[in-house]
């Protein structure tokens, strides 16, 4: 299930202490779960909720949901503890908060592969992402993107970013334009995700909608969510419309036709389809699976074959 | 490993639901105070997990109280080993120990 | 040949024939009828009594009768408590209380309970501390559970015969028309209230809003009303509109809502002129806003629609989106201003409701039925009586009348609560026969009965996962555990009977550990 190319359009947010939260965050199918050990998490319940998300990822069933887990920082004391008890939990990934060098990214991965290593859980199991939340690590962005194999992408995390640029966040979002346009730049160079910052305002739809169109269009493959009342607007977003799914399963179509004809070259209507199309087409594709907007399962065994 | 020695009083997990709130005094020998919403289903297990859990942490003197919001087992774990290793003043987690 | 008292001869064998009496005098015979003709300065006629306890002096009750209640009020309702006070003060002793429903702020009755003012219980419901003592045995009689739809049956066939109604209305004038939806204690519908004002020996109003006569429109006649006292309050208004319908934040009710939504979009049963109820309880309430989307899109409207009506189906209905609302008994502050507004918002008894034995009950005509679960089992019986520790804290209500009339009966419910599964091998307790209900709609999962494989098929194309509900069942069991079963001793403290008066299951004393 936990594969490089499942979508990640939506990556949940759970507090690491909130039991009930944690208990059920499988069921409103985001993509991605992120349990959250740092920001929702105060200083006096560090210990508690490691050890919570800890029995919570060892124990539940998330329904093959990818599971994340956000640890404290390594300047904290509790960023050691965390990848410690994680390695162990077995998410699928580790996100590291705050990044600003590649060496952030190494000096998680060298601990990590130690805990690997110790547990005997074959090294490089553990995946990697990493937020960025600072000018620094934006203009680093491609050193991070590029610092490790483990990265399946990067984030980035505004709140922070945007204070330390003396500014503050709006509606068009305007002041993140260089930041997200530089991400998802570094994370397309480097062959990764590239994941957008949180929406706060749960009761704006509208808003939610518009952001997500902009980082839609931007690029992005998702975004973090608080709330599971955000899953539906992004998911929606993100569906492709019924002409893009059709004009998809076309493009499939010729490659099939072009196969069988032994042919090197793939036309649709006369026109010469290049790579970049069908790449479009099986992203479109498979994001109409996903969201049960096609599932005939012959197409999504075309799509796997195509490949 | 080393049993481990409650020093002070230790309180870990709420009472809102699905959690539990274990809080740890010091005792001679180790009793176990339970007040569950689900005492009547769960009530012989959960004693059972307070008492595996102290024993994989060698406790051996300690009053446990535990007010059980319908907690799942893994969370009951989870607030419990917290408030041993709070209430034996320890911050670092043996994690070998545990399954 | 005897002459009546104006002198006409009547011949006696008239009499005979007809069997009836001579005419004694204009007065004789109607006690109602004012005896004081053209006298404009005497006190204009009415049925009001000073006080309480003068009331139950004349309505002649005695020891070992049967009293009724209902429940508009709900946990507002201050009837009860005052009526039971008086009563007990009084020292009737060894009274049956046949209310539709009792709740939490009906505790005092433990007490009357105790003092054998009261020996036995019809009710729809109980909850809070009167439920607990109940539960802990401290009747010798069990209660009786009854449907809404039951209980109309019980009563209109004369199986539960009140001797005195006991009837707070939120408005009434000196001779006893009332309605439910004017005043401070405003509670909408009062269609329970109406069918023991109908059939009750002697039927007492109280309120707290005098009217100018006569109190158009009514729903309780003045020719079935015998006395009316004034009171401080008859309710709470806190009480009687909030808590149980305010409409969910709850992600999770949310989910469950939108799903059962989707559910019955896709189920066949909804097409233009469709009837529904929702029942109230979160994901079922919100449930009715989703709905609302799918009729949006879909340009569908609903014919009508049953309840229970709340603030969403109000909204519904002044939206165009259904057409009439029946109801005998409004959920919310919206309803209750709806059904004094709306000229298709009509007020319904509890028998015209679901008594399965009248002429036509309403449940049977209606498509599709949405309704809450405390639990429910691998055969799909649902309990909505008593907890997972088998302590009664819950009603039947209308559940198994509308599951079993309705063409599509979906239950929503989490699969688990805390650390209780929702779906189980078996239910604590049988309030609705597996074989009413169609589509259970869980946070993690949708089971359909097998006796309705047409639904399946239908939600299967619609690519709604289905999995089999023995499969929920483990999936529960697997996060919670195998609980222990609860222990009950042998005392029954609960009957609960199907809405066709036989028996359906009972309910013991839970065994104190």
């Known amino acids: 299930m936990m594969s490089e190319n499942r979508l990640r359009r939506t990556m949940l947010y759970v507090p690491g202490n909130n039991a009930g939260m944690i208990r059920d965050a499988a069921i409103y199918q985001s993509d991605s779960i992120m349990f959250d050990l740092e920001d929702s998490v105060s200083y006096r319940e560090k210990d508690a909720a490691r050890l919570l998300v800890y029995y919570s990822l060892r124990t539940l069933d998330f329904e093959g949901i990818e599971t994340v887990v956000r640890i404290n920082g390594l300047d904290t004391p509790y960023g050691r503890e965390d990848i410690k008890a994680m390695v162990k939990a077995r998410p699928f990934a580790i996100r590291l908060p705050k990044t600003e060098t590649a060496q952030d990214v190494l000096d998680v991965e060298t601990l990590i592969a130690a805990e690997e290593q110790k547990n005997g859980i074959p090294i490089g199991t553990t995946r990697m992402m990493a937020a960025i939340e600072s000018p620094l690590g934006v203009l680093n962005a491609y050193a991070i993107a590029t610092s490790s194999k483990r990265l399946i992408g990067i984030a980035i995390g505004a709140e922070d970013y945007v204070t330390s640029m003396k500014t503050s966040r709006s509606p068009d979002g305007v002041e993140l334009m260089f930041a997200r346009g530089m991400l998802v730049t570094a994370a397309r160079a480097a062959g990764i995700g590239a994941f957008d910052t949180v929406y706060s305002d749960l009761n704006n739809e509208e808003g939610l909608r518009k952001e997500v169109e902009l980082i839609k269009q931007l690029g992005f493959d998702g975004k973090s969510i608080i709330s599971p009342r955000q899953i539906a607007i992004v998911h929606d977003v993100f569906n492709p419309t019924p002409k893009q799914i059709a004009n998809a399963k076309m493009v499939l179509q010729a490659i099939e036709e072009a196969k069988a004809k032994g042919s090197g070259v793939i036309a649709l209507n006369g026109k010469m389809i290049d790579k970049p199309i069908v790449d479009r087409a099986m992203h479109t594709l498979d994001l109409a699976i996903a969201s049960g907007l096609i599932e005939d399962a012959r197409t999504a065994m075309e799509v796997s074959n195509a490949r | ?99 | 040949m005897p002459d009546n008292s104006i002198g006409r001869e009547i011949p006696s064998e008239i009499l005979a024939q007809f069997s009836r009496n001579m005419f004694a005098g204009a007065y004789v015979n109607t006690p109602h009828v004012r005896q004081d003709k053209g006298n404009r300065t005497l006190p204009r006629l009415n049925k009001l009594v000073d006080n309480l306890e003068q009331v139950i002096v004349k309505t002649g009750l005695k020891d070992g009768m049967t009293i009724s209640f209902h429940h508009h009020f709900r946990d507002g309702d201050k009837v009860v408590n005052l009526v039971m006070e008086a009563i007990s003060q009084m020292g009737i002793k060894n009274l049956t209380v046949a209310a539709s429903s009792l709740s939490a702020v009906h505790s005092p009755m433990v007490k009357h309970i105790t003092d054998k003012t009261v020996s036995r219980i019809f009710t729809s419901g109980l909850r809070g501390e009167l439920a607990d003592a109940i539960s802990n045995g401290i009747m010798d009689n069990p209660v009786l559970i009854h449907s809404h739809g039951g209980r109309a049956r019980a009563i209109e066939s004369g199986q539960i015969q009140i001797d005195v109604a006991f009837l707070g209305v939120p408005s009434c004038d000196v001779y006893g028309n009332a309605n439910g939806y004017t005043g401070r204690s405003a509670c909408g519908s009062l269609g329970y209230a109406k069918v023991d004002a109908g059939h009750a020996r002697k039927t007492v109003l109280l309120t707290d809003n005098l009217v100018e006569y006569p109190n158009t429109p009514f729903s309780i006649h003045q020719d079935e009303v015998d006395y009316i006292v004034v009171v401080d309050e008859v309710g709470n208004p806190e009480g009687i509109g909030t808590g149980a319908t305010r409409l969910t934040k709850n992600p999770k009710d949310i989910l469950i809502g939108s799903l059962a939504a989707k559910v019955i979009a896709c189920s066949g049963y909804f097409e233009d002129g469709f009837s529904f109820q929702t029942g109230s309880g979160g994901a079922s309430l919100i449930a009715t806003n989703f709905i609302r989307d799918y009729m949006l899109a879909q340009n569908i409207k609903a014919a009508w629609a049953l309840g229970g009506i709340t603030g969403q189906m109000v909204a519904l209905h002044e939206e165009g989106l259904i057409k009439r609302l029946l109801d005998v008994q409004s959920f919310d502050r919206e309803a209750i201003r709806s059904i004094g507004e709306n000229r298709y918002h009509t007020e319904i008894d509890a028998s015209y409701y679901a008594n399965p034995l009248n002429k036509g009950c309403a449940v049977n005509k209606i498509n599709v039925v949405v309704l809450s679960a405390l639990e429910i089992d691998t055969d799909f019986n649902v309990n909505v009586l008593t907890g997972s520790d088998g302590v009664l804290r819950g009603a039947s209500g209308g559940h198994c009348d509308t599951a079993v009339g309705a063409g599509l009966t979906v239950v929503v419910a989490p699969l688990i609560r805390g650390r209780s599964a929702t779906v189980l091998e078996r239910v604590q307790t049988v309030i609705t026969p597996g074989a009413t209900v169609d589509v259970l709609v869980t946070d993690r999962g949708v089971a359909v009965n097998p006796r309705r494989p047409r639904v399946e098929e239908q939600l299967r194309k619609n690519r709604i996962p289905i999995i089999p509900i023995a499969e929920l069942q483990q999936k529960a069991e697997r996060m919670v555990g195998k609980p222990e079963p609860v222990q009950y001793e042998k005392k029954i403290v609960a009957v609960v009977e199907y809405r066709d008066g036989t028996i359906m299951d009972v309910v013991r004393q839970v065994r104190i550990q």
Request: hydrophobic share 45%; charged share 25%.
């Open chain 2, 1 to 99: 490993m080393e049993g481990m020695k409650i020093l002070d009083t230790g309180i870990a997990g709420t009472l809102e639901s699905s959690d539990v709130m274990i809080t740890i005094k010091k005792h001679s020998g180790v009793e176990i105070e339970l007040n569950s919403i689900v005492e009547k289903q769960f009530g012989r297990q959960i004693r059972e997990v307070v008492r595996q859990v102290l024993e994989q942490l060698g406790v051996k003197d300690a009053l446990v109280v535990v007010q059980d919001k319908g907690a799942l087992e893994c969370v009951l774990r989870a607030r419990l080993i917290t408030a041993v290793y709070r209430s034996a003043g320890l911050a670092e987690v043996q994690w070998e120990v545990f399954a």
